[in-house]
């Protein structure tokens, strides 16, 4: 199995995952929130935002068109310390753990 293979079905697993978590929003930001600069766009969004409207969309696409898949990146941390009080977050982190390695 490729690695594109891998992240499309690590991802594919992200939106039902977040909708049994309660992460999962039917209604997007609006388009000011979302054109954020900041990393994870933290003066704009939640971090469960950030995953739904920006990270996954963009991962699909790279995927979708071929594109290399970014290398060396590292979002657990982030989201670790995002949701260090919530325990019931663990299959998510854990999920995004594996996303970071398939894309180390």
């Given amino acids: 199995m490729t690695k594109e293979q891998q992240l499309l079905l690590l991802l594919e697993q992200l939106t ?3 909708q049994r ?5 039917e209604q997007a930001p ?3 929130q979302l054109q ?5 766009a933290l003066d704009t969004l939640a971090p469960e935002q ?3 409207w920006i990270f996954l969309p963009k991962m699909l ?3 979708e068109q071929q594109m290399p898949l970014p ?3 590292a979002i657990t941390p982030y989201f670790e310390e995002c949701w260090k009080e919530h325990g019931e977050y663990t299959p998510l982190l854990t999920l995004l753990r594996s996303i970071d390695e398939v894309c180390a």
Wanted: glycine share 8%; aromatic share 16%.
């Fill in 61 to 63: 696409v790279v995927i």
């Fill in 50 to 52: 950030w995953l739904q």
């Fill in 71 to 73: 290398k060396g990146f």
């Fill in 16 to 18: 039902p995952l977040m």
């Fill in 30 to 32: 609006d388009a000011k």
């Fill in 36 to 40: 954020s600069l900041e990393p994870f």
């Fill in 21 to 25: 978590l309660g992460l999962w929003q």
